[in-house]
């Protein structure tokens, strides 16, 4: 049985499309992630599941039963919003004990005691529970609310955007503690963020939107080596892919791309694609810049030199560009300068160039 499952679930705003007929399973311990740039639907989505939204129409359930008519209170979730907003006049203690104060039957107090203590310590915060939210640092913070949805102990806990309050540094440290907290719990996360690295990091699965369209459902892994489409594949990665646009062409038995700029060895396995118009994107990481092995050639119009890599914007023949990485240590090039540069054909994808769909991943 699943966890949640959505239904043909859709939501419109007048003439918006917040949401189109969603179709997803989340399994019972699974660390989903819901990604996709700013207005693509995934506050909806958790909204929907929360009973903070009311459908247009489709179907949620939540451990096998429909939710979809209940409200908030009755679906057993526990939300964290990106504002959590701790109650300032309230201890740390008070704080995390908030629901279980609320809850009819109150628990005895002794009893409250025990579960926010189990909750605080899992979190890290056992020390701070006489602490009032100003006297504890952001990241702390973070983790008083969370303790708050965790001691519930709720069938789900949704967590909206829950670091991109904090500072760099801080939310690569609470991604750790997430995952860490995530796997000694199992229990079921469904968690929107816009981050591509955060999701990748901390995700068992992702599903990635836009415009209120479900793309991709899929392990990292999966999301970066076989991305569905053109736009899941430029979503996710540290930079926009490489995309040139061009077609199949075969030259001594082996398939090539063919664009303005020249033309590109793909994967043997590429032999069997139909002819049409393609598009080929390719991640900076598997274009090799050098001196003079490659299948294209250009001049350097930027070197961007970050911490352990050196990125290389090359400017072709034909003046389209492409950013290719290299180790610094073992490649150095200046603006200015001719550069080859050498593809990996198992990490080339391509897509169809009209409908960006997924046509063929050279690591098949
Ligand atoms: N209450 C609302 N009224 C009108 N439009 C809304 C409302 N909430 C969301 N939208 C629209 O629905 C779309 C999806 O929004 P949302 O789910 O919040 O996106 P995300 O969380 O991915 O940034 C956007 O175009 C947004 O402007
Ligand atoms: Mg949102």
Do not use: W
């Not at 999301?223 to 996710?236: L, Q």
Request: proline content about 5%.
């Amino acid at each position: 049985m699943s966890a949640v499952r959505f239904s043909g679930v859709s939501k419109n705003y007048g003439p918006v499309v917040a949401l189109a007929g969603l179709d997803l399973d989340v399994a019972e311990g699974e660390f989903l992630s819901l990604l996709g740039p700013s207005g693509s639907g995934k506050s909806t989505t958790l909204g929907l599941l929360a009973g903070l939204i009311d459908a247009d129409g489709g179907k949620i359930e939540i451990a096998g039963r429909d939710v979809t008519a209940l409200p908030p209170e009755k679906r057993d979730l526990a939300m964290v919003f990106q504002n959590y907003a701790l109650y300032p006049h309230l201890t740390v203690m008070e704080n995390i004990a908030f629901p279980l104060e609320a809850r009819k039957p109150k628990p005895d107090a002794g009893e409250i005691r025990r579960k926010v203590e189990v909750v605080a310590q899992a979190l890290g915060i056992g020390a701070l529970l006489a602490r009032y939210p100003r006297e504890i640092s952001g990241g702390q913070q973070q983790r008083v609310a969370l303790g708050r949805a965790m001691v519930r102990d709720p069938k789900v806990f949704l967590l909206d955007e829950p670091l991109s309050n904090l500072d760099a540094r801080l939310r690569i440290r609470m991604r750790r503690d997430l995952k860490a907290l995530h796997a000694q719990l199992g229990s079921t996360i469904v968690y929107v963020t816009h981050d591509q690295s955060e999701a990748m990091t901390l995700s068992s699965r992702i599903a990635i939107f836009n415009h209120g369209r479900l793309q991709q459902v899929a392990p990292p892994a999966e999301i970066y080596d076989r991305p569905a489409n053109a736009f899941v594949a430029n979503f996710v990665g540290d930079r926009e892919m490489n995309f040139l646009d061009g077609e199949l062409g075969v030259q001594g038995g082996v398939p090539r791309f063919v664009c303005a700029g020249g033309s590109v060895a793909l994967h043997p396995s590429a032999a069997v694609l139909d002819a049409g118009k393609l598009r080929m994107g390719v991640r900076a990481e598997a274009i090799a810049p050098g001196r003079d092995k490659g299948d294209l050639r250009g001049t350097v119009a930027l070197a961007e030199l970050a911490g352990p890599d050196l990125f290389l914007t090359v400017r072709l023949a034909d003046d389209t560009e492409i950013v290719a990485r290299a180790d610094p240590r073992e490649f150095a090039a200046r603006e200015g300068e001719s550069v080859s540069l050498a593809f990996d054909p198992a990490r080339i994808h391509l897509f169809d160039a009209e409908t960006g769909i997924a046509r063929h991943h050279g690591a098949a």
